[in-house]
Nanobody
Framework: QVQLVESGGGSVQPGGSLRLSCAAS????????MGWYRQAPGKQRELVAR???????NYADSVKGRATISGDSAKNTVYLQMSSLKPEDTAVYYC??????????????????WGQGTQVTVSS
């Protein structure tokens, strides 16, 4: 079993900053990528930022210049630092990971996992 545990959400004033963390644990053979998605009320879930095991990153246009994703491969942890937060950043943020679990090491089959979500509210 693999689990993703998120932390760091909360309420922030416009212009403020926050840092989200997500740690993957369990029977992990290899972690290929981790990232963050978000879903605002009435909207579809969208990619915020993603980082691969090789260090490649990509960001949603809406957060470029305001967000930085980083990872600690030894801890299977990904971080999302966001600054200059806007009310439109309000959403539930979900950690996402593409992982090869121990049970699939021979085939190298990747499984996508999701965290439970953490609320981020940007409001004055």
């Amino acid at each position: 079993q693999v689990q993703l545990v998120e932390s760091g959400g909360g309420s922030v004033q416009p212009g403020g900053s926050l840092r989200l963390s997500c740690a993957a644990s369990g029977s992990i053979f290899r972690t290929d990528a981790m990232g963050w998605y978000r879903q605002a009320p009435g909207k579809q879930r969208e990619l915020v930022a993603r980082i691969t095991s090789g260090g490649s990153t990509n960001y949603a246009d809406s957060v470029k210049g305001r967000a930085t994703i980083s990872g600690d491969s030894a801890k299977n942890t990904v971080y999302l630092q966001m600054s200059s937060l806007k009310p439109e950043d309000t959403a539930v943020y979900y950690c996402n990971a593409q992982i090869v679990p121990d049970a699939y090491w021979a085939q190298g089959s990747q499984v996508t996992y999701w965290g439970q979500g953490t609320q981020v509210t940007v409001s004055s």
